[in-house]
């Protein structure tokens, strides 16, 4: 059977990588604590010096001419089927426009700001201010920048004026022009009966714009529900009061403009009504005078009596007469009105009178393309492709209109021919009638003309002011802006539980960092990636003893030796009874192979196994020192002198009478060479017939050939890998040596594993929590800390 098919795993049922992760990460407890608190500590300080933010809210209701008319279809707008009105979308932009905001802004004068300190913040007076900026009309320098200054109230009369690194800058009275850097100003005293005598009042001014920008960005306005019409206005803001004011204002302002927009037609048609009554006033005297004066030339009471009979019959065509001139007055002073206001922006005046429907709705569309134009210019330019588009509209309205009138009048003049002829026929019948009675009933005519188209102007200029009076906003207040008091920001516990994972995932982060950066090996799941059998770790000690395994010892690390030595009969691949050869080696020096060897022999020689342990490393010889002995031959003088026998260089040790050491000798100038000599072979073939297991210190392969020298006479290699100390890569030599089958029956073992660290497994039962052998112990204080907290 293949050695590849085993890995032995120390304990198997702690292969949940979940849970190994978490027990590595309780092991560092302490700085998770450390961190959570120091966190928690900043998130205090944070919302500490934070100016705290309170939400005010306002409804309103967008009203719709068309929203009482119901559709059958409107089942169909959540589908999708139908588009809905994007009204309340236009709304919300006109809500938020920069003008609307600018406005507001001037109004309530928010762009200069008052603070005073209190505690670790500076809070805002807003209205409750003791004095007030007042900055000289045509001098706008101080509002198109930013400014910050102090005053200082010293009495009722007087205060100091200080720049914003605080330095005296002025003393003055309140009242007075103030000429500096900033422009000319003047500061008053308001009536607030506390004006803060003695301290600071810190002044900010900002420029307009930027601050009407600032709280169109902090304006949220959102519709309650997708059916409604109701907007909800969110403005969040130190200072309540500020908050509601805006949005009360904002509101105001709007239905101010809506208004202005609505009444603007029905303006301009008074307008023209107004000057129309005004000229045809002066006609309608002057034609009374004349007939005044007719009747008193020629001492004239009652003319009409003698002609009625023939008046009863030119009634009808009189009347005719009468409405064709009023269609043609009309038609003239709207083209004597499109002449003398050509510019494009100007509206017609609508409702009239006259009689051609077609021409009316042309009035009509003309006026509404030059609301719409009118509105789009508000926010933008003549080079807007919309605006061009409805100019292009404007002149072809415009010029259809003007051949309309022209059209109209021409049918007039053709109506009022004909009915003049008839007029005449009648006129001629009254040829009894005397001369007086014929110019008499000219100046009538022409009187009555005129009374008439005045009555009919009189009565449209009421309708008009009507129209004015009655105009109402298209946005009516739900809810004036309201706020319940309540902190929004910042907010405690999200900031406190913010800070909370902070403090806990950056522990994680750091570990995850140190554990990317960390290149050691510390446990199985770092000898995985070279595919080599594992035969378990052996934990740290506090031992200052190199021999921990003992008799009668049931110490961690005399049991995980123990499962050493177990594990190591499974890797040699021979019968019970047979000899066997354990080389012990590593791939660089100082990773306790000695230490293993030393404590591995002393393990089989306590099962009663004849053990012989052989120090093979002749460079750096350790096991005579870990013993505490003093310098013996060995195997260097047994290959140098022939005479001397395996029994003169081999002793044992008194605690362990199964147990005998045969030690490297002298260091000498050619170790390579020393292996190679046949005596070396020959040793080893006398010593596996005397001895159960020969555990055999090695030098590391990393660093010298002479392991591969001997390699022939091992039946196992236990390959140590020490924990926190070798380089996980430097496992591909052990991994390529296992590969080439240079090292037989290789396996690894990590020495020194930390369990506690979150690495390597706990040994015993119950016998408490003394690793082995701890190689930190000699360390400074802050490199056991760094070594524990990258373990």
Not at 608 to 631: C, E, F, M, S
Not at 715 to 735: P, Q
Request: hydrophobic share 40%; with cysteine; charged share 25%.
């Amino acid at each position: 059977m293949e050695l590849e098919q085993y890995n032995f795993s120390v304990e198997e049922n702690q292969e949940n990588s979940l849970k190994d992760l978490l027990f590595k990460y309780l092991y560092h407890w302490k700085w998770f604590l450390l961190s959570i608190v120091i966190a928690l500590i900043a998130g205090r300080y944070y919302l500490k010096y934070q100016t705290p933010l309170y939400e005010v809210n306002g409804t309103i209701l967008i009203k719709d001419d068309k929203k009482g008319e119901l559709s059958e279809l409107s089942a169909f707008e959540d589908l999708g089927l139908l588009k809905k009105s994007n009204n309340i979308e236009n709304e919300i932009e006109i809500l938020k426009s920069r003008a609307l905001m600018t406005r507001v802004v001037k109004e309530l004068k928010l762009n200069i700001q008052y603070f005073i300190k209190e505690k670790h913040l500076e809070s805002e007076l807003y209205k409750h201010t003791p004095v007030i900026v007042n900055v000289i009309n045509g001098d706008s320098n101080l509002l198109n920048k930013y400014a910050s200054f102090y005053l200082t109230i010293e009495s009722k009369n007087s205060f100091i004026l200080k720049n914003e690194e605080g330095e005296q800058t002025g003393k003055y009275k309140f009242g007075e022009i103030i000429k500096n850097e900033l422009g000319r100003f003047i500061i008053t005293l308001t009536n607030e009966p506390n004006y803060y005598e003695g301290q600071d009042i810190h002044v900010r001014v900002a420029p307009v714009i930027d601050v009407a920008d600032q709280y169109r960005s902090a304006l949220q306005i959102n519709p309650v529900n997708k059916s409604s019409g109701v907007l909800m206005l969110t403005l969040q803001d130190p200072v309540i009061e500020k908050a509601s004011n805006i949005i009360d204002d904002l509101i105001r302002q709007h239905n101010a403009d809506a208004i202005a927009d609505k009444n603007q037609v029905s303006k301009n048609t008074a307008d023209f009504i107004n000057e129309r009554i005004q000229f045809i006033s002066r006609e309608l005297s002057s034609v009374e005078g004349e007939a005044e004066d007719f009747k008193t030339k020629h001492k004239l009471t009652d003319v009409e009596s003698e002609a009625k009979l023939f008046l009863e019959t030119g009634k009808v065509s009189e009347m005719s007469l009468l409405d064709l001139n009023t269609q043609l007055q009309l038609s003239d002073f709207m083209n004597e009105y499109i002449q003398k206001h050509s510019g494009e922006s100007e509206l017609l005046p609508s409702n009239l009178g006259l009689s051609d429907a077609s021409l009316s709705l042309q009035i009509a569309d003309y006026n509404k393309l030059i609301l719409e134009r009118n509105r789009i210019l508000k926010n933008s330019s003549e080079k807007n492709p919309v605006v061009e588009n409805i100019n292009s509209q404007l002149q072809g309205i415009r010029s259809s209109i003007k051949e309309s009138l022209n059209n109209y009048k021409g049918a007039l003049q053709i109506k009022l021919k004909e009915l003049t002829r008839n007029d005449k026929e009648i006129s001629a019948k009254i040829g009894s009638v005397p001369k007086y009675e014929r110019e008499y009933r000219i100046i009538q005519r022409q009187q009555q003309i005129k009374e008439a188209l005045y009555l009919y102007l009189l009565q449209k200029r009421e309708e008009t002011n009507i129209a004015l009076a009655v105009t109402v906003a298209n946005l009516k207040v739900i809810d004036h802006a309201f706020s319940n008091g309540a902190l929004v920001a910042p907010n405690k516990s999200r900031i406190y539980l913010s800070a909370f994972l902070i403090g806990l995932i950056l522990p994680i982060v750091v570990l995850i960092i140190l554990d990317l950066l960390d290149t050691k090996v510390h446990g199985k799941k770092d000898t995985d990636f070279v595919k080599l059998p594992y035969l378990g770790d052996i934990p740290l000690t506090s031992s200052k003893s190199k021999l921990v395994v003992l008799e009668k010892d049931r110490s961690n690390i005399a049991e995980a030796f123990r499962l050493l030595r177990t594990n190591v009969e499974f890797i040699t691949n021979k019968s019970v009874g047979e000899n066997r050869t354990v080389f012990v080696t590593s791939t660089i020096g100082k990773e306790g192979k000695s230490f293993i060897a030393l404590n591995l022999a002393a393990s089989f020689a306590l099962s009663g196994k004849k053990t012989l342990l052989i120090g093979t490393d002749l460079r750096v010889p350790k096991i005579l020192a870990y013993l505490n002995l003093a310098d013996k031959k060995g195997l260097t003088n047994y290959v140098m002198d022939q005479d001397l026998s395996i029994n003169d260089i081999v002793f044992q040790i008194p605690e362990f009478k199964d147990l005998s050491i045969l030690p490297s000798g002298p260091i000498p100038p050619n170790p390579a060479e020393l292996l190679m000599n046949p005596r070396i072979k020959d040793l080893f073939e006398i010593v596996k017939r005397e001895y159960d297991y020969v555990i055999v210190d090695t030098a590391p392969v990393g660093l010298v050939a002479d392991t591969l020298l001997i390699s022939g006479c091992a039946d196992c290699t236990v390959f140590v890998a020490r924990a926190n100390y070798l380089d996980k890569r430097m496992l591909r030599i052990a991994e390529t040596l296992n590969k080439e089958k240079r090292l037989p029956n290789m396996a690894v073992l990590i020495n020194g594993a930390d369990a506690h660290s979150g690495y390597g497994y706990g040994y015993g039962y119950g016998y408490g929590y003394g690793y082995g052998y701890d190689n930190t112990t000699d360390l400074p204080w802050w490199k056991k800390i760094f070594q524990k907290a990258t373990a």
